[in-house]
């Protein structure tokens, strides 16, 4: 099916970018926190049951999904990387940190982003 509703290019491209822009936006200001307070965030890695030197290669595997996934995901001709990238960084985020205990509000938010991330990897680019 023909995209009709907005015919010019120019406009597309520039919605389309915004939008990557604005659902990378939650990945891109988590990535601070992350860095400055690494310590504090493996210990709270940990208080969910993960030994702590997993715990430090999660961070920074987190991270760098974090990076090159928001990366990918706004500027790069490989949108659907970054898509993979982000997935790969909220689809275990959820699970461990929302799931048990269960935070209605936050999996749902995450499954909102989930399924942001999911059409953007299977469409193609503007």
């Known amino acids: 099916m023909k995209n009709t ?7 597309k491209s520039f919605l389309d970018f915004f939008s990557r822009l604005a659902i990378s936006a939650i990945f ?3 990535i601070p926190g992350k860095i400055n307070g690494f310590k504090r965030t493996v210990e709270y ?10 715990s430090s290669i999660l961070l920074v595997g987190a991270i760098t999904c974090l990076i090159l996934g928001s990366g990918f995901f706004i500027f790069g001709g490989n949108q659907k990387i970054g898509s993979v990238f982000l ?8 699970i461990i940190f929302h799931m048990f205990p269960f935070h209605q509000r936050a999996v749902l938010m995450n499954l909102g982003l989930m399924g942001g991330l999911i059409i953007t990897a299977l469409r193609e680019p503007i």
């Open 5 to 11: 509703i907005i015919k010019n290019q120019g406009i």
């Open 28 to 30: 891109i200001s988590a």
């Open 45 to 54: 890695i940990s208080s969910k049951g993960i030994p702590d030197p997993i």
């Open 87 to 94: 997935l790969l960084f909220l689809i275990p985020t959820t």
